[in-house]
């Protein structure tokens, strides 16, 4: 009776849910608390830079010359300004420049990079050699040298700020697509696609493309920290979000007159630009691990 009851009992269980890449890779993602806490620090951050009209407590750019320079209170949790705007909304206000800026670099630089990487890995040739070389030549030019050069021929605007930063970072872009379409094009099944008849750009869009994207996620997120570090350092400058708009760059530089009297001033804001990037980073290490299918 129970050798009989066996496989019926087998037939009725529930059957395993499947191990999917994606499923995997949520898994060894999910094993790194660095990397889930900057996710969670990070999704902090855009429901920030989202609700900031709703839980700002001050208007960012209102002005009040009987509260210039105040430390830190229970009236204004984080101080104000030279000229008496209260910090920790231009701090909630910041949030929306920094992140806009940093995810509109992005896919500038994705949708410059990552088309021209595709090609050039997948055509070879002269074409491989000439797009390599100008990857070369644009590597070659510092990239924060490089943004501040466009921005300055462009204008100082948030606008010109993010293109330039996006095509700064395409190189990158190109480079991580044009040596991962190398890597999938020698393999297998790209050969066998091609023995049944599959044309070239079928090959690239269907098979080669989709099997890109884990690099290239690994490198937008990454590239994302180094987007806001450039967008900090344009409107330090004076070249990105222009006053009395907040940015967290501008209150840098804002607050590098006060550095002695108000040091507030720079903390806040450099605090916010601390664990920001630091967030991105963390979450780029954890993709990169999970994301690898040589990875536990």
């Given at each position: 009776?129970?050798?009989?009851?066996t496989?019926?009992?087998?037939?009725?269980?529930?059957?395993?849910?499947?191990?999917?890449?994606?499923?995997?890779?949520?898994?060894r993602?999910?094993?790194?608390?660095?990397?889930?806490?900057?996710?969670?620090?990070?999704?902090?951050?855009?429901?920030?830079?989202?609700?900031?009209?709703?839980?700002?407590?001050?208007?960012?750019?209102?002005?009040?010359?009987?509260?210039?320079?105040?430390?830190?209170?229970?009236?204004?949790?984080?101080?104000?300004d030279?000229?008496?705007?209260?910090?920790?909304?231009?701090?909630?206000?910041?949030?929306?420049?920094?992140l806009?800026?940093g995810?509109v670099?992005?896919?500038?630089?994705?949708?410059?990079?990552?088309?021209?990487?595709?090609?050039?890995?997948?055509?070879?040739?002269?074409?491989?050699?000439?797009?390599?070389?100008?990857?070369?030549?644009?590597?070659?030019?510092?990239?924060?040298?490089?943004?501040?050069?466009?921005?300055?021929?462009?204008?100082?605007?948030?606008?010109?700020?993010?293109?330039?930063?996006g095509?700064?970072?395409?190189?990158?872009?190109?480079?991580?697509?044009?040596?991962?379409?190398?890597?999938?094009?020698?393999?297998?099944?790209?050969?066998?696609?091609?023995?049944?008849?599959?044309?070239?750009?079928?090959?690239?869009?269907?098979?080669?493309?989709?099997?890109?994207?884990?690099?290239?996620?690994?490198?937008?997120?990454?590239?994302?920290?180094?987007?806001?570090?450039?967008?900090?350092?344009?409107?330090?400058?004076?070249?990105?979000?222009?006053?009395?708009?907040?940015?967290?760059?501008?209150?840098?530089?804002?607050?590098?007159?006060?550095?002695?009297?108000?040091?507030?001033?720079?903390?806040?804001?450099?605090?916010?630009?601390?664990?920001?990037?630091?967030?991105?980073?963390?979450?780029?290490?954890?993709?990169?691990?999970?994301?690898?299918?040589?990875?536990?």
């Amino acid at each position: 009776m129970t050798a009989t009851a066996t496989p019926a009992l087998r037939s009725i269980a529930p059957a395993a849910a499947p191990r999917t890449p994606g499923n995997l890779a949520v898994s060894r993602f999910l094993r790194r608390p660095a990397a889930v806490a900057g996710l969670v620090v990070i999704v902090l951050f855009v429901a920030v830079a989202l609700l900031a009209p709703l839980i700002a407590p001050f208007d960012p750019i209102a002005t009040s010359w009987t509260a210039i320079r105040k430390a830190p209170s229970a009236a204004h949790w984080m101080g104000t300004d030279e000229n008496g705007r209260d910090v920790l909304s231009r701090v909630l206000f910041g949030a929306r420049a920094s992140l806009l800026a940093g995810v509109v670099s992005v896919l500038i630089a994705a949708g410059i990079g990552v088309p021209a990487g595709l090609l050039a890995g997948f055509s070879g040739g002269w074409i491989d050699a000439a797009l390599s070389r100008l990857v070369d030549a644009m590597l070659a030019c510092p990239f924060l040298i490089l943004a501040i050069a466009l921005t300055a021929f462009l204008g100082p605007d948030l606008a010109n700020a993010m293109i330039a930063i996006g095509v700064s970072t395409a190189p990158r872009f190109m480079r991580v697509a044009r040596a991962a379409t190398l890597e999938v094009g020698s393999a297998d099944y790209i050969q066998a696609a091609r023995s049944l008849g599959a044309r070239g750009l079928r090959v690239a869009l269907r098979h080669v493309a989709p099997n890109i994207v884990p690099p290239v996620l690994v490198q937008a997120t990454l590239s994302l920290a180094a987007a806001i570090i450039a967008e900090a350092s344009l409107s330090f400058l004076g070249l990105g979000q222009q006053p009395p708009s907040p940015s967290w760059g501008s209150m840098l530089n804002a607050a590098q007159r006060f550095l002695t009297q108000a040091p507030w001033l720079a903390v806040f804001p450099g605090v916010a630009i601390f664990l920001c990037v630091l967030s991105f980073n963390l979450v780029g290490d954890g993709l990169r691990d999970a994301l690898d299918p040589r990875g536990s």
